[in-house]
């Protein structure tokens, strides 16, 4: 009898899941359909943040994990109580490259949206030199709607009278706009 005792103990020792009840030592085992090793500590990510991880991959191509995950926490820790570690990035990057490069590829020969006619207008002031080294300015108007180039021709100089007689005698022929984008050029933001 022993010796059967023994036997028993032995084979649920070294076999422990013949018998679905029973475990080491004859502990009762409780019935699971999941065995411990799948239990995660956090739930998985919903869709949108995969998705939402690609597409910021693809308009920013230089950023890493760290400055990607950052960004994604900043926009969405609070709006959607939703944040990402370095390591799900990385993972997400891994996995989607070819998603990423389509997506870059189709926003980058995206047709843009139309614009109405004569709303916003881009002035902008540039300079060119000759073979002397002489710079010569150079000022171009260009109407965000039509994508057309209202205005470019050379200027004597940079002065804000100069650059407004441009811009008057764009606005005598195409009308007045609503909008002059520009960038920081000190002649520019003058007239505007």
Excluded at 109 to 137: E, F, S, Y
Aim: with cysteine; hydrophobic share 35%; glycine share 6%.
């Amino acid at each position: 009898m022993f010796l059967i005792i023994v036997a028993v103990h032995l084979f649920l020792y070294f076999f422990p899941y013949q018998f679905p009840f029973v475990g080491y030592y004859g502990k009762r085992k409780p019935l699971t359909t999941q065995s411990p090793s799948t239990f995660f500590l956090h739930p998985k990510k919903p869709n949108w943040v995969a998705k939402e991880i690609i597409r910021m991959k693809a308009f920013m191509p230089d950023v890493g994990c760290r400055k990607l995950a950052e960004s994604f926490n900043r926009r969405y820790a609070n709006k959607k109580k939703m944040t990402v570690g370095k390591t799900y990035v990385s993972n997400i990057i891994k996995k989607h490259q070819y998603e990423i490069q389509v997506l870059r590829k189709n926003s980058k020969h995206r047709i843009p949206r139309p614009l109405p006619v004569n709303i916003v207008w881009g002035m902008d002031l540039t300079g060119k030199t000759d073979t002397q080294n002489k710079l010569h300015n150079i000022l171009g108007i260009i109407d965000h709607g039509s994508r057309g180039c209202l205005c470019l021709k050379g200027l004597k100089n940079k002065a804000s009278i100069t650059l407004l007689r441009s811009l008057l005698d764009a606005i005598e022929k195409y009308g007045k706009p609503k909008i002059i984008r520009t960038d920081d050029v000190q002649g520019c933001t003058n007239v505007t």
